[in-house]
């Protein structure tokens, strides 16, 4: 089916999906409503999106749909069946998705760290620059400013008066 998705978005009662897209064919705009089952407030929203993104029923609707946008809108659900306000949920996610500069990645345990620097490689492929960016410049030499006196480190200067 030749279609293109236009907006994704999540009913609450009864928990759904919601696709609108164009029908190329015919070039008008339609609208899928996909229920979404046995999803509770303990249920993994990754999981769930992926496995509503395979199902054979809805595949070629949501070819155009990124599994991050449908993990985000389980996790609107999610906080709503926890009784969580939009603005919080918002919130929630919001932190989820950012990455904290002061933040020990030594710290955490192995899944948090593959969710962190998948976070990373997102932000790292949207700020590229590529060849064909109309802004690309092949090599650019930038000389910075120095106000002040450069600081010698004391073990550079320890291991050159020891030679």
């Given at each position: ?21 164009e029908n190329e064919m015919k070039g008008k705009s339609r609208q899928r ?131």
């Open positions: 089916m030749m279609c293109t998705a236009k907006k994704c978005g999540i009913r609450f009662q009864p928990p759904a999906v919601i696709l609108i897209y409503i996909m229920p979404v089952r046995n999803f509770s407030k303990y249920s993994d929203c990754s999981r769930a999106a992926e496995q509503l993104k395979n199902n054979p029923r809805h595949k070629g609707y949501l070819e155009q749909v990124s599994l991050k946008q449908l993990e985000k809108l389980f996790s609107f659900l999610r906080g709503y069946l926890w009784g969580q306000s939009l603005a919080e949920t918002m919130e929630q996610i919001q932190q989820e998705t950012t990455i904290d500069p002061e933040e020990d990645l030594n710290k955490l345990d192995d899944k948090e760290l593959a969710k962190r620097k998948s976070i990373m490689d997102e932000l790292f492929e949207k700020n590229q620059k590529k060849k064909d960016d109309p802004n690309f410049v092949y090599d650019i030499e930038v000389e910075f400013p120095q106000d002040e006196q450069l600081q010698s480190c004391g073990w550079d200067t320890e291991s050159a008066d020891e030679s």
